[in-house]
C-alpha cells in the first residue's frame, strides 16, 4: 500500500515490491503522484467499505445470537417455572395422602374406642340384667369381670355336653349297627 510523507516534492514511499518509486522519472512524478493518491484513495474507500461490510455482518451474527440466548433463556425460565410446578403438585399431593391417612387413623382409633366403650356398656347391661337388679355390689366393674367369665364358663360347658350328646348319639348308631351283624350274640347277653 502506498504511503505518503506528507513533504512537498518528494516522492511516496512504497511497502509494495512491485512499483519502484525510484525508478519513475520527475516528469512523470507529478502524474504518478496524483494516480499514487488517487489509488491510495480508492483503497482507502473500497477498505472503509469492506471494514463496514464485515462489522455490519458481526453485528448481525451478534444479534442474531443475542436472540438466541434470550430465548434459550425464556424457555430454560419455563422450564424451571414448570418443573417447580411439578415437584409443588407432588409434594401436594404426598401431603394429602399422609393427612388423609393421619385422619383415617385418627378416625379409627376413635371408632375402635367408642366401640369398646359400647361393648363395655352392654356388658355392664347384661350384667346388671342377670342379677336381676339385686341391689349389691355385685354390679361393679370387678365383679363384671367375674359374671363375665362365669358366662364364658357357662357357654364353655353348654358346648361340651352338646358334643358329648352327639358323641353318643352317634356310638349309639354305630352300635345299633355293629349289633344287627351280630343279632344273636346281643340278645344272649340281654
Given at each position: 500500500?502506498?504511503?505518503?510523507?506528507?513533504?512537498?516534492?518528494?516522492?511516496?514511499?512504497?511497502?509494495?515490491?512491485?512499483?519502484?518509486?525510484?525508478?519513475?522519472?520527475?516528469?512523470?512524478?507529478?502524474?504518478?503522484?496524483?494516480?499514487?493518491?488517487?489509488?491510495?484513495?480508492?483503497?482507502?474507500?473500497?477498505?472503509?467499505?469492506?471494514?463496514?461490510?464485515?462489522?455490519?455482518?458481526?453485528?448481525?451474527?451478534?444479534?442474531?445470537?443475542?436472540?438466541?440466548r434470550a430465548a434459550a433463556v425464556i424457555i430454560q425460565n419455563y422450564y424451571r417455572r414448570y418443573k417447580q410446578y411439578a415437584y409443588f403438585k407432588q409434594m401436594t399431593h404426598a401431603a394429602m395422602v399422609i393427612q388423609n391417612g393421619y385422619r383415617s387413623y385418627c378416625e379409627h382409633k376413635r371408632f375402635k374406642k367408642s366401640q369398646e366403650a359400647a361393648v363395655c356398656i352392654q356388658n355392664y347391661y347384661?350384667?346388671?340384667?342377670?342379677?336381676?337388679?339385686?341391689?349389691?355390689?355385685?354390679?361393679?366393674?370387678?365383679?363384671?369381670?367375674?359374671?363375665?367369665?362365669?358366662?364364658?364358663?357357662?357357654?364353655?360347658?353348654?358346648?361340651?355336653?352338646?358334643?358329648?350328646?352327639q358323641k353318643s348319639a352317634s356310638q349309639g348308631a354305630s352300635s345299633t349297627s355293629t349289633g344287627l351283624n351280630s343279632g344273636h350274640e346281643t340278645s344272649l347277653d340281654c
Open positions: 500500500m502506498w504511503t505518503n510523507t506528507g513533504e512537498v516534492g518528494s516522492a511516496p514511499r512504497s511497502s509494495s515490491p512491485l512499483i519502484d518509486v525510484e525508478a519513475v522519472s520527475d516528469d512523470d512524478s507529478d502524474t504518478h503522484n496524483s494516480l499514487v493518491d488517487r489509488e491510495q484513495r480508492e483503497l482507502y474507500e473500497a477498505a472503509k467499505i469492506i471494514q463496514k461490510a464485515y462489522r455490519s455482518y458481526k453485528g448481525r451474527l451478534q444479534q442474531e445470537q443475542d436472540k438466541e347384661r350384667n346388671y340384667k342377670e342379677q336381676g337388679s339385686r341391689g349389691s355390689r355385685e354390679g361393679t366393674p370387678a365383679s363384671g369381670l367375674k359374671l363375665q367369665k362365669e358366662r364364658a364358663e357357662k357357654e364353655k360347658q353348654e358346648d361340651q355336653s352338646v358334643d358329648v350328646h
